[in-house]
């Protein structure tokens, strides 16, 4: 568009008459495709670390199981998009991508809600502040996602609210103790 300008300045009779989109309509597709490919990409890297995730707890093992289980549905749904080839991946032309692109960001939703399930269910289960903060250390690269942050806002706040009383609890004993240590 810098050369629309350009031509309108330099040749004001020969100014600029093309339609936008009818011109950057194949590298705008590329562009979107390149995108998929990028989300495709960090989804998979984020995923990908459940398959070493495992949760202490007296429910850890059911925990761990259905993470396990989430990592192998993601698998499964990788596979599928993997298997209309690489090397047409960035074909703006293989609209079958675009389907099974969609079937997967679909499934990647629903394992989503599983997964901010399974990590309500470990804070609900993680008896202590650090256990809590270990739960979300593993989920680390996960948080992030929009569904899961939002199943965890409410764990945040009472996060925050349990650390503050016991900064407040550790406040007192030291004022408590600081004059005969």
């Not at 009779?13 to 562009?31: E, G, H, K, T, Y």
């Not at 925990?63 to 690489?86: E, M, P």
């Not at 389907?99 to 629903?110: K, L, M």
């Not at 202590?128 to 680390?140: N, V």
Request: net charge negative; proline share 2%.
């Amino acid at each position: 568009l810098k050369y629309k300008d350009k031509a309108a300045t330099e040749c004001p009779l020969n100014a600029w008459r093309v339609q936008n989109n009818a011109v950057f309509v194949r590298l705008d597709a590329f562009w979107e495709r390149c995108h998929d490919v990028l989300e495709l990409t960090e989804t998979t890297m984020q995923f990908g670390q459940l398959a070493k995730i495992e949760i202490g707890g007296t429910k850890g093992k059911v925990l761990t199981t259905s993470v396990a289980q989430i990592h192998q549905d993601f698998t499964a749904a990788v596979n599928k998009v993997r298997s209309y080839g690489d090397d047409r991946l960035l074909d703006t032309e293989a609209k079958e991508f675009d389907d099974a692109f969609y079937e997967f960001r679909t499934s990647v939703r629903e394992l989503e809600k599983r997964l901010a399930s399974v990590l309500s269910q470990g804070f609900a289960d993680a008896p202590t502040l650090r256990a809590q903060f270990k739960l979300l250390d593993s989920f680390a690269g996960l948080t992030s996602r929009q569904v899961i942050t939002e199943e965890l806002e409410k764990r945040y706040i009472q996060m925050v609210s349990v650390f503050g009383d016991d900064v407040r609890a550790m406040q007192k004993m030291f004022i408590e103790g600081k004059e005969a240590p």
